[in-house]
Nanobody, 115 residues
Framework: QVQLVESGGGLVQAGGSLRLSCAASGSIVSLNAMGWYRQGPGKQRELVAAISSFGSTNYADSVKGRFTISRDNAKNTLYLQMNSLKPEDTAVYYC?????????WGQGTQVTVSS
């Protein structure tokens, strides 16, 4: 059973920073592609950042230079460091694992950026 539990969301002023964490069951963080998605009010869920099993990363254009995805294999944890936050970053952020053709999701964590 794959379990993903996000934490670290909250309310922050524009220009501030937050770090999201995703604790995963088992050793899936090091062995599979992982990512962060977000869904803003009235919007579709979108990819924010992803990291492959080999460690290569990619980012949505809107967050390049501000967000950093990383992982700690020993802790089976995925992170998203978010700097220079903007009001348009307000969304529910979801951790994702793509394992053998299936997508697994966490419950989401709310990030609210005030102007």
């Amino acid at each position: 059973q794959v379990q993903l539990v996000e934490s670290g969301g909250g309310l922050v002023q524009a220009g501030g920073s937050l770090r999201l964490s995703c604790a995963a069951s088992g050793s899936i963080v090091s062995l599979n592609a992982m990512g962060w998605y977000r869904q803003g009010p009235g919007k579709q869920r979108e990819l924010v950042a992803a990291i492959s099993s080999f460690g290569s990363t990619n980012y949505a254009d809107s967050v390049k230079g501000r967000f950093t995805i990383s992982r700690d294999n020993a802790k089976n944890t995925l992170y998203l460091q978010m700097n220079s936050l903007k009001p348009e970053d307000t969304a529910v952020y979801y951790c994702n694992a793509f394992i053998r053709g299936f997508n697994y999701w966490g419950q989401g964590t709310q990030v609210t950026v005030s102007s």
